[in-house]
């Protein structure tokens, strides 16, 4: 299932939605056509997560922590592999930010999309401990939005490409279906994974999961309208 749309328009322009995906649309142009292969490699291993080489001990001072321990977990959801990696991460922002951003407020939003995304990062790395693969990728905070989207927008309906063979369809899916579905989805290859190896590697299920379940635990805290804002 492709989503197309949703059936409930902006009422502001999404500023921070916008932002977050030209920031990460920037970053993945200067990759592809500034640096090289090994130059687009290397900044991977520098700003990605990976697990093994974070050190939780011996470390001396703050700029040691920052670097090592604080820094991957963050920079690594602003980091993308290829090109249907970014376009369908980006696609689903477009897709549900907007509207979360609305309900929550613009500040709210980025507090929370940074916050889903680290859940994600850190429920990745207690995971594969010692896996030696960078992690990259916004699909960890793009999972707490969705997660957001589908507890503060049930009734909304996703118009949805489905190919049946060689015939397209194109249904109405409520959200709160379409979502709960792809999680479902989740769970099943995340825990596929773990079976299969200790290692990561490939899509990194468990950060989805970590970050959908975090956008759940965490999104009444920035609902503006629940609030009464």
Not at 23 to 36: Q, R, Y
Not at 90 to 115: A, H, T
Request: glycine fraction near 10%; hydrophobic fraction near 50%; proline fraction near 5%.
């Amino acid at each position: 299932m492709i989503p197309l749309r949703d059936n409930i328009p902006s009422k502001s322009f999404p500023i921070v939605n916008w932002f977050i995906i030209i920031v990460n649309v920037g970053i993945f142009l200067f990759e592809v056509f500034f640096l090289n292969q090994q130059q687009a490699e290397a900044i991977i291993y520098k700003y990605g997560l990976i697990p093994d080489q974070v050190r939780l001990g011996g470390l001396t001072s703050l700029a040691e922590i920052r670097i090592t321990v604080l820094r991957p977990f963050f920079t690594n959801m602003f980091l993308h592999g290829g090109w249907g990696h970014i376009i369908s991460n980006m696609w689903i922002l477009f897709i549900f930010g907007d509207n979360v951003e609305d309900r929550m407020g613009k500040i709210s939003y980025f507090m929370f999309y940074i916050l889903c995304g680290l859940i994600a990062s850190f429920s990745h790395f207690i995971l594969y401990r010692h896996s030696g693969v960078p992690a990259i990728g916004a699909s960890g905070a793009i999972s707490g939005v969705m997660a957001a989207y589908m507890f503060m927008f049930p009734k909304s309906n996703i118009l949805s490409f489905i190919p049946i063979f060689i015939i397209p369809f194109f249904i109405p899916i409520p959200a709160i279906i379409y979502i709960g579905l792809w999680f479902i989805g989740q769970l099943i290859s995340g825990a596929s994974s773990l079976m299969l190896s200790s290692n990561a590697t490939g899509i990194a299920f468990w950060a989805h999961i970590g970050g959908f379940l975090g956008g759940i635990v965490t999104y009444k805290l920035f609902d503006t309208r629940r609030r009464g804002g």
